[in-house]
């Protein structure tokens, strides 16, 4: 009943940029936090960037300066504009929201962990 679905991957030259864009799909009321992971060939899945309902935002160290998480908390959706990437940046990314609210028919819900299935970013000359 719950969805997260991504788009704006792809394959992009070293210091140009993208923006990945993830909507979160159902009889949603509240979402508290929305993050991006990546997961790179042979590595584990790493925290990129989160952001509070309010707009509070971190970031994985080495993305920091140049990447930038945004809500709309009305379209339920969250971007990631990623500049200046860099091979290293090469990894699926996943949408994830740790916890929402939403509605199965009348009845209020509570959900958590929910995951897109990914896109992938391939930077490369």
């Known amino acids: 009943q719950v969805q997260l679905v991504e788009s704006g991957g792809g394959l992009v030259q070293p210091g140009g940029s993208l923006r990945l864009s993830c909507a979160v799909y159902g009889r949603i009321s509240l979402i508290d936090d929305m993050a991006w992971y990546r997961q790179a060939p042979g590595k584990q899945r790493e925290l990129v960037a989160r952001i509070t309902s309010n707009g509070t935002t971190n970031y994985e160290a080495s993305v920091k300066g140049r990447f930038t998480i945004s809500r709309d908390n009305a379209k339920n959706t969250v971007s990631l504009q990623m500049n200046a990437l860099k091979p290293e940046d090469t990894a699926v990314y996943y949408c994830?929201?740790?916890?929402?609210?939403?509605?199965?028919?009348?009845?209020?819900?509570?959900?958590?962990?929910?995951w897109g299935r990914g896109t992938q970013v391939t930077v490369s000359s």
């Open positions: 994830n929201v740790p916890s929402l609210a939403y509605y199965s028919g009348t009845y209020p819900r509570a959900g958590n962990d929910y």
